[in-house]
């Protein structure tokens, strides 16, 4: 069955849903109170626990342990730790401004999450420019960050607030281009849509320029949310610990939740992009399981499709994990440069190559052609990212150091 059909037997079941629609305080009442405010500071809470403990494993450690069982209770001593510890607030600081930032931050990462469609029909809301809503809030970050070390007046705040606007203004340029090749594909800017469009057309990612356009969103992404090895902007062995150095009790902590709010809305934002969301790979569905239109059927697909999400986003914060605990922080000259003179130019040539998959592959009026598209569009991928390796001079620490002269 195909999309069209699935949301035709679903009718009488989005007529009940506009039913609730038409009472919408009491729709907004239970988003915020049951979603934003409940389950996702329970998610970010366990991703906590999570890294910790996959952290400890490539360690050699054991991790939480002693507070319940597998250590399972942690995330809630540490709320209770935070929620008690006194705030302090530096004499000359902007009181307002100083308390300001950290909700900015908040505000912004609760807001990614409400064009994200994590099922049939919830999304909290789809507006026509669902991903210029999300690159446009998503910046907000970057204001409450200069706000949080200039606010502080500590030279260490803001020379780290300094460097956190430096580098997320460099990386959100790829971060943007990234998906200017979904946008192409999908002929809209709204996230449904893009969703709806990898029904029809397979995931994303499953093609030369969106495999490199994912890998670049997510590169981009991670250096967005000050993870290592792009946590310049936090760097402890510099400027003790950037721009909230001044910050304590749960004033840092709604740092400490906006940072792994924004890994989880990240990771939400490159499965439905890239990767078809809830969908499953290869098949039809979502598709009615019970052959009626019934609010029954309706939970059962969302169950399936929250659950495939839900597990997506689950390899994607891996990932995230992975790399901060093997990977080395860079230095910040090289930082910049790999954006400006890496990331860039790569994400500009990869929209060319996107445009070539559109004519071969996606282009209604005509068949499409995924054998030409691949054979035209995979050499220049490949090519490009040699290109800028041989460009910026990747490997010749490597061949220099191999062609030193051994000494005697």
Request: net charge positive.
């Amino acid at each position: 069955m195909d999309v069209a059909g699935t949301w035709m037997l679903m009718t009488p079941c989005w007529a009940q849903q506009q039913q609730l629609d038409a009472i919408p305080w009491l729709k907004w009442i239970l988003v915020l109170a049951i979603v934003f405010f409940g389950l996702f500071p329970g998610i970010v809470a366990y991703m906590v626990w999570a890294e910790r403990k996959v952290a400890a494993r490539f360690q050699d450690r054991i991790g939480p342990n002693r507070v319940g069982p597998l250590g399972l209770l942690q995330p809630i001593a540490d709320a209770i730790k935070l929620l008690t510890k006194e705030s302090i607030v530096p004499k000359q600081a902007d009181g307002f401004v100083h308390l300001l930032a950290p909700v900015i931050m908040l505000i912004s990462a609760f807001l990614v999450l409400a064009v994200i469609p994590f099922g049939v029909g919830l999304a909290a809301i789809n507006p026509p420019s669902g991903l210029l809503y999300l690159v446009a809030v998503s910046s907000m970050s970057t204001l409450g960050v200069f706000l949080a070390g200039w606010s502080s007046r500590n030279k260490f705040s803001l020379l780290g607030a300094m460097r956190a606007v430096a580098q997320l203004v460099s990386y959100e340029v790829p971060q943007v281009l990234a998906t200017v090749p979904v946008v192409l594909w999908a002929g809209s800017l709204s996230m449904v849509t893009i969703f709806n469009q990898q029904r029809e057309q397979g995931w994303f990612i499953f093609s030369p320029p969106g495999f490199l356009a994912f890998v670049i969103l997510t590169i981009a992404s991670i250096a967005e949310v000050n993870r290592a090895p792009f946590d310049i902007p936090e760097a402890e062995s510099e400027i003790i610990a950037g721009y909230h150095t001044e910050y304590s009790g749960m004033r840092f902590g709604l740092f400490f939740l906006a940072e792994y709010l924004s890994v989880f809305g990240v990771s939400c934002l490159g499965t439905a992009l890239f990767l078809g969301g809830g969908s499953l790979p290869f098949t039809d569905f979502p598709i009615d399981p019970l052959g009626t239109a019934t609010w029954t059927s309706f939970a059962i697909v969302n169950a399936v499709m929250i659950g495939v999400f839900g597990a997506k986003v689950a390899g994607y914060v891996f990932l995230m994990f992975w790399i901060r605990a093997t990977l080395p922080r860079m230095r910040v000259d090289r930082l910049m440069n790999f954006a400006w003179k890496f990331m860039i130019p790569l994400s500009i040539v990869n929209i060319l190559a996107a445009a070539v998959w559109f004519e071969c592959a996606v282009r209604p009026d005509r068949a499409p052609n995924h054998l030409l598209g691949w054979a035209l569009t995979l050499p220049i991928v490949v090519g490009s990212v040699v290109a800028m390796m041989k460009i910026n001079g990747f490997g010749k620490l490597r061949g220099g150091a191999t062609a030193a002269p051994q000494a005697g």
